[in-house]
């Protein structure tokens, strides 16, 4: 950990997007013990309530609402006199299905939620860190946005919009003193799976799928506990890259985390595109 000095820290505002479980919840709390002002965002009221009685600031912000959106910024920006330091883009969810199951509107929401959303909300906060001269966005991806598994095409194509979205942003906004980082984690324990099994029954309509089959084994995966998955870290592991993308001088453009993140950035680089499908088809 830093020893980035406790009255800088605690005059930095951080806002952090679907704190309701998982890596957010964790995040949410982590900063806020650490010192950091932090405004835990949620989709749902009783979430956002359930957080307040916790002893975090919290609100209501729908990614999929512009209203909602706008809502929240105007009541971030009245809170914090116009400052905010940090935002740590987390809210997201995984829609499972083939690519041919999937429907203008299944994909349309995988997007509304994991990029048009966090895109949004991202552009009406930068004018308060442009004009301070300084701030953190923090977005976070997967190691879905850097390679491709079958079945997780929506999710695929949401993340890695998100990787070329935030890589050009940060070449933008060079020498502004706004500095962008990504994070790419694995397998990490939260409510990842259960989410996204809500929103396959949903959408995906399995038993008229020539996909059948194979979404019954995959439906086995998505109810089974998180913690089950090989190489699975607890959201903890997220929180110490967040820290360093927040206090270091010089964050890093990517944080991996978990070893299956490393692990296939490195085959994508060395191995040929049929080797790498071999084993993407296998995982």
């Known amino acids: 950990m830093f020893k980035t000095p406790q009255s800088l820290i605690s005059s930095r505002t951080v806002l952090i997007t679907g704190c309701s479980s998982g890596i957010g919840y964790c995040v949410a709390h982590g900063l806020k013990k650490r010192g950091y002002s932090v405004l835990a965002t949620a989709r749902r009221p009783e979430d956002a309530v359930r957080l307040q009685q916790e002893g975090l600031e919290s609100f209501v912000l729908d990614l999929n609402d512009s209203q909602s959106i706008n809502e929240a910024v105007q009541t971030i920006l009245a809170r914090t006199n116009g400052r905010i330091y940090g935002l740590f883009n987390n809210g997201a969810y995984g829609q499972a299905g083939a690519v041919e199951d999937l429907s203008r509107e299944a994909l349309r929401q995988q997007f509304e939620t994991n990029l048009f959303g966090t895109h949004e909300l991202t552009c009406q906060l930068l004018p308060a860190m442009r004009q301070q001269g300084e701030g953190r966005i923090i977005q ?6 850097l390679v491709a598994l079958p079945y997780r095409g929506a999710y695929n194509a949401s993340k890695f919009a998100l990787e070329g ?12 003193g706004i500095k962008v980082s990504l994070i790419e984690p694995g397998p990490i324990t939260s409510r990842f799976r259960a989410n996204g099994y809500h929103k396959f029954k949903k959408y995906i309509d399995a038993e008229h799928s020539p996909h059948q089959e194979a979404y019954a084994k995959m439906a086995q995966r998505l109810l089974a506990e998180e913690a089950v998955a090989p190489f699975t870290l607890p959201p903890e592991a997220v929180l110490e890259k967040v820290i360093h993308a927040l206090e270091s ?10 070893f299956p993140t490393y692990l296939f950035a490195t085959l994508k680089r060395l191995l040929p595109h049929w080797a790498m499908d071999s084993i993407l088809r296998r995982v």
């Not at 976070?140 to 946005?145: A, P, R």
């Not at 010089?250 to 991996?256: E, L, Q, S, T, V």
Request: net charge positive.
């Open 140 to 145: 976070n991806s997967s190691v879905l946005g």
């Open 165 to 176: 979205l935030t890589d050009t942003l940060r070449l933008e906004l060079i020498n502004t």
């Open 249 to 258: 001088k010089h964050p890093k453009r990517r944080y991996y985390v978990t």
